[in-house]
């Protein structure tokens, strides 16, 4: 498998690999094995991201950017009156469950890849200290 570039990238990249859930160093491997199971290293370059812990980073994420997306539809909606409001709340529902669904793995990716990147300490540097 080609490998891009070893060479450490910038935070704007890094971030981007994430959301793309790819491997933040050369962009190539993948980041996650499952939906949200994290593999245990890169099959690019080796790098070893499955100590990395995102721990409630993605969750807060996911809702963030969800109600941040579905806020201006909900109010439009409810002061127009265009539809009935059983129909708003079944679709705002299925949006935000889609929209969580979708957005939950690429934002553990964002963190694993900002971890990386900003050099926090892993579970196993933890393990190692004491
Ligand atoms: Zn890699």
């Known amino acids: 498998m080609h490998v891009k570039s070893l060479e450490e990238p ?14 933040p160093r050369c962009g ?5 094995s499952g939906y949200l199971r994290q593999a245990p290293a890169c099959s690019g370059c080796g790098l070893e ?6 721990d409630d980073g993605p969750p807060w994420l ?16 409810f002061m127009t009156n ?10 705002m529902a299925g949006l ?22 900003l050099g926090a300490q892993t579970s196993a540097d933890l393990t190692d200290e004491s």
């Open 96 to 117: 935000a469950v889609g929209l969580c669904l979708a957005i939950l793995p690429r934002a553990k990716g964002v963190f694993i890849a900002a971890i990386w990147k």
């Open 28 to 32: 190539v491997g993948r980041l996650l």
């Open 10 to 23: 910038e935070l704007a990249t890094v971030l981007w690999r994430g959301v793309q859930l790819r491997c």
């Open 62 to 77: 996911t809702l963030l950017v969800t109600g941040h997306l579905l806020a201006p539809f909900m109010i439009i909606a």
């Open 49 to 54: 991201t499955g100590d990395i812990r995102a």
């Open 82 to 91: 265009v539809m009935p409001m059983w129909l708003v709340t079944l679709l």
